[in-house]
Every structure is written in structure tokens, then in C-alpha cells.
């Protein structure tokens, strides 16, 4: 009962503008990318999470004679001094490879390899929520973790942002193309626009209904994901979605926390939502007197 009032609630706080409409797609696409995921990292744990690239001495003779110790100084600060000189011309190049970086981090979120065991996070966005790997799947779940990282971005200086908002939807859709004819063989360019075209309003859709969850609460937020993510489900698991509305303010958050170095340096790492489940089965005194009000009884401890 406490879980259709829920529902209930979310559709009528669904403003009709931002509804979803689903993309006619049924692709399934694999990816891959196979990630052991965290929850967002802090300036002080970020570095330890990024495995670093190693030189093998053995195949590079320079690697087998060390630089002298003043080089990396000397290294940056003549690159300081060309960003300075060029600052805007370096900030698209910096911006184009870090959020390659971590648009890679939001795919590997839903990626999955057809025959392939999932990985943590990919079994619990499929296995946990019974959704089927399909191509709006993933584009569902990416966007969801793109949307986290842009209001990121949002902090920037301000002659900065649309830069890496740019080159960080670029990589989405330039992505999603190449999905359509690599892994779909979708060779006509008229059909590839006429989806990439549905993909664009989804995605200022789930965007604009995610950035008014931010503002106005976790029920209008719950709601943008209860739409974009489980497609307005009525079946939907409460908890679930509970967890994941949880998972995503506190990564949100969490990167609040960040340093723009942190982020500049491509450092950011996402977990699984069932890190939520313990708080989220915590019996909540504010919803037992709502339900109250409503003559209506919360009988499990959950949400």
C-alpha cells in the first residue's frame, strides 16, 4: 500500500514537459569496459584510485635513463606558461582528453559485453533493477552519471564550462553514433540523424528533469529517476528507487567536496548504489506521520 501511494505521488509531481518519451530503440549493445566501481572519490582519496601507466624499461630505452630531478618542475612550468599565453586554445585540448577520461567512467556504469559476465555496477543497473540490457538502457543509465558530473562542471570558471560541457556531450553522442553502425550495422545516415535526434531530447529531457530534482527535493528528483531510468514503471521496487535517489545526491555531494584539480585530472570514480540499502532501511519518523496523515499505516521498515 505505502509503496502505490508512492507511486501515486511521483506521477502527479511528474511535471508533463519533462514525461520521457522512450526512444524507439531495441538495440543491445556491448561494451568493453568491464570496471570495479566506488562511490565518487574526495581530493584526498582520489589519487590511489587511478592506476597509473607504467613504462616498461625494457621495450623503451629512454624510460631506462631517468629525466634529472628538475625536469617534471621545469615541464610545468613551461606548460603554465603556454596555458597562460593560450589559456583558451590549452583549456579545449585539457577538456577534450580529461572528459573523455570520465565519460569513459559513466559508460562503464551500465556496460556490459554480450555473453560476458556484468560487472558489479552493471548487475545491479540490470540483475538488481530487472532491466534488459538494451541500448536505451545504457543511454539511461550513462546520462544519469553524465548529469552528476555536469553539475560539476557547472563550478567551473565561468569562461570554462561550456567548453567541458561541450566536448562531454560530444563524446555521448559521437559514442551512440558509433554504437548504431559498428554494432548495429545502421548504415543509412538518415535513419542514424532520426535516432540521434530522439536520443537529444531524451537526453535535455532527463537533464532538465534532473536538474529540478536537485533544486526541489528528493521526491521531484525520485521522480525524474522513476521516469528515466525505470521508464514510469508502477511496478517499480520503492526501495530500489530509494537507494538510487540516495546514491545519486550523495555522489552529488561528494564532487561538491572535489577540487577542480581532482576533476581536471580525471580522478572520479562512481559505486553501486546498494551502498545505500542500510540507510535506506531505516524507519523514517517524517514518512510514518505523512502516511499518518493520509490514514494510511507504513508496516515495513523500509523507505
Known amino acids: 500500500m505505502a509503496s502505490q501511494n508512492c507511486l ?20 543491445r549493445t556491448p561494451l568493453p569496459l568491464t570496471l570495479t566501481l566506488r562511490h565518487a572519490t574526495t581530493a584526498a582519496d582520489a589519487a590511489p584510485a587511478i592506476p597509473s601507466k607504467q613504462l616498461n624499461t625494457a621495450e623503451d630505452p629512454q624510460a631506462a635513463n631517468p629525466p634529472p630531478p628538475d625536469t617534471p618542475g621545469v615541464v610545468k612550468r613551461l606548460t603554465e606558461s603556454v596555458r597562460s599565453l593560450m589559456p583558451s586554445t590549452t583549456e579545449t585540448y585539457v577538456a577534450y582528453g580529461v572528459t573523455q577520461e570520465l ?34 538502457a545504457w543511454a539511461q543509465v550513462t546520462v544519469l552519471h553524465m548529469w552528476m558530473l555536469v553539475v560539476r562542471f557547472r563550478a ?43 536520443l537529444y531530447a531524451q537526453y535535455r529531457g532527463m537533464i532538465a528533469g534532473y536538474d529540478e530534482g536537485l533544486v526541489k527535493g528528493d521526491a521531484v528528483l525520485a521522480g525524474a529517476i522513476w521516469r528515466n531510468v525505470f521508464d514510469a514503471d508502477p511496478d517499480v521496487d520503492v526501495e530500489l528507487l530509494a537507494m538510487i535517489t540516495s546514491y545519486v545526491r550523495r555522489c552529488v555531494a561528494g564532487l561538491d567536496k572535489v577540487d577542480d584539480e581532482v576533476v581536471h585530472a580525471g580522478k572520479i570514480k562512481f559505486g553501486s548504489p546498494m551502498e545505500e540499502e542500510p540507510l535506506v532501511k531505516m524507519r523514517s519518523k517524517y514518512l510514518e506521520d505523512v502516511m499518518k496523515e493520509k490514514g494510511h499505516t507504513l508496516k515495513n521498515s523500509s523507505v
Open 8 to 27: 501515486r505521488m511521483l506521477a502527479r509531481s511528474a511535471p508533463r514537459a519533462l514525461t520521457k518519451h522512450t526512444v524507439p530503440l531495441t538495440l
Open 103 to 136: 565519460y569513459n567512467e559513466c559508460v562503464a556504469q551500465a556496460a556490459y559485453i554480450e555473453g560476458a559476465e556484468l560487472s558489479q555496477s552493471a548487475q545491479f543497473w540490470y540483475g538488481t533493477c530487472k532491466r534488459k540490457p538494451t541500448f536505451v
Open 156 to 198: 567551473f570558471e565561468p569562461e570554462n564550462v561550456q567548453t567541458w560541457q561541450q566536448h562531454f556531450v560530444d563524446h555521448f553522442f559521437y559514442d551512440s553514433e558509433g554504437k548504431m553502425i559498428q554494432d548495429y550495422k545502421l548504415t543509412s545516415g538518415g535513419q542514424r540523424k532520426k535516432y540521434l535526434k530522439d
